[in-house]
């Protein structure tokens, strides 16, 4: 009875216009002992329900976000000829990799108030929570722009080619520092600054391999695993010892 008027109020909501039908390259990555970066391709059509055309210009907007993480963001000066920390700032949500990819510059296809609520831009995906100096979005941009340095953080203003109003697709580049976890995708369509549709799915990021296996040694045997580094770069040094030797002689 519950299922049937589920059913019910899903039928009396009003058709979208417009829905969005996603593809992706890959369902997810895989991190090896070698993983020097990788790409993940991500398409989809603009599905219309209905003749008439919707008013607006039409925007696509991607994002893929890494694992959140809590991070603390310190500002150092020079003091008496020394470095010192002097402030620092706790940033307690952080993606570990973000990346936005839009068919236009973001603030032509999506309001202010929009950002605010979904928080897709990059500065609005990063948030400092009690921060008590006065400054302290300086330090949320400066997290920004040492991510955007290692490749962890992406704006591609232009990253979506969008064919006719009906196909779209965009590349992701993927640096070879990935935090390990589930990487969430978001494709949004808007329609006059408005967002009138949302895909949302999951990318999962793991170690295989060889990886895993001493990403799991270290953590669950510890000491087993520092026995073995120890022997690991005993037989290293007494091998280039050896080699030194032969090659004076």
Excluded: C
């Amino acid at each position: 009875m519950i299922r049937l008027i589920a059913l019910f109020l899903v039928l009396a909501l009003p058709l979208k216009a417009e829905e969005i039908v996603l593809g992706l390259s890959r369902d997810e990555v895989s991190i090896t002992a070698t993983f020097e970066g990788s790409e993940i391709l991500i398409f989809g059509a603009i599905k219309q329900n209905s003749a008439d055309v919707p008013e607006g210009d039409l925007g696509v907007i991607v994002t893929v976000a890494g694992p959140d993480r809590p991070v603390t963001v310190r500002k150092k000066d020079r003091r008496l000829g020394i470095w010192v920390n002097t402030e620092s700032v706790e940033v307690d949500v952080a993606p570990t990799f973000y990346a936005v990819a839009t068919n236009r510059p973001l603030e032509e296809i999506l309001t202010f108030t929009e950002d605010l609520n979904t928080r897709i831009s990059t500065q609005r995906a990063i948030r400092s929570v009690g921060a008590t100096i006065e400054n302290a979005q300086s330090f949320s941009d400066a997290l920004i722009r040492i991510r955007e340095s290692q490749g962890l953080y992406q704006t591609l203003p232009t990253g979506v080619l969008v064919e006719e109003e009906a196909l779209f697709r965009t590349l992701i580049p993927l640096p070879a520092n990935l935090t390990e976890g589930d990487y969430k995708a978001e494709i949004y369509l808007t329609r006059g600054k408005q967002i009138v549709d949302l895909y949302a799915t999951t990318i999962p990021v793991k170690k295989v391999g060889l990886e895993r296996w001493l990403y799991n040694l270290a953590h669950e045997n510890p000491f087993l695993y520092g026995l073995m580094s120890l022997s690991i770069a005993i037989a290293a040094g007494w091998g280039a010892s050896a080699a030194f030797s032969v090659f004076r002689r």
